[in-house]
């Protein structure tokens, strides 16, 4: 197979949203077909060779410190763990969605660390926001939020331990496996 370098895909991600928010959505993409491509029999081909985390957690590999991770820390509690703190934020980011369209909150317009902490700063849109209603604008910040934690996350685990440590605890690895088995 081709190498396509998935690792742009990763940085085209964090970068379009400063055009507009929308550019977000294309979280879906790495949401969907980790889970559609084992159906087609292609195995866990997202997790191996197309996954542009994993392929952007590679290329740190020059300021990793390249240890092995402690087993408490990819062991299958962690990744239960993590597996629930992510369905927690999909929850949440559900609710949210949906109180925002009935008008019971207001829409965020900041990117959150770990769906609590906002960033103390706005990311600038060069394609005004109306261009979206408020529901899916909110959705959007909020999938942008969830792949800055992860990637964070992953970037923390990359340098402290081996490049691709993240993907022996990452929540959609750990649910394609699944996906893949049978």
Known sequence: ?????????????????LIHMAFAFLALACLALPFLLPLGGRGRVWCHR????ADFLSKLKFLSRRR?????????RARQSLLTYFGIN???ITLSTLMVTVGGIAPIDRVR?????????????LIPSPVLPAPLLHLAYRFYSLMLTSTLLGTVLAL????????????VGTLSKGVAKK
Request: glycine residues 2%; aromatic residues 24%.
């Open 90 to 92: 999909l929850f949440f």
């Open 68 to 76: 092995i991770p402690p087993k408490w820390l990819t062991g299958d």
């Open 113 to 125: 660390l770990l769906i609590v902490f906002p960033l103390p700063w706005s990311l600038p849109q």
């Open 160 to 171: 402290l331990y081996r490049p691709r440590s993240w993907c022996a605890v990452c929540p």
């Open 1 to 17: 197979m081709k190498y396509y370098y998935p690792f742009l895909f990763t940085l085209a991600y964090f970068l379009l949203p």
């Open 50 to 53: 197309l996954c542009p985390r």
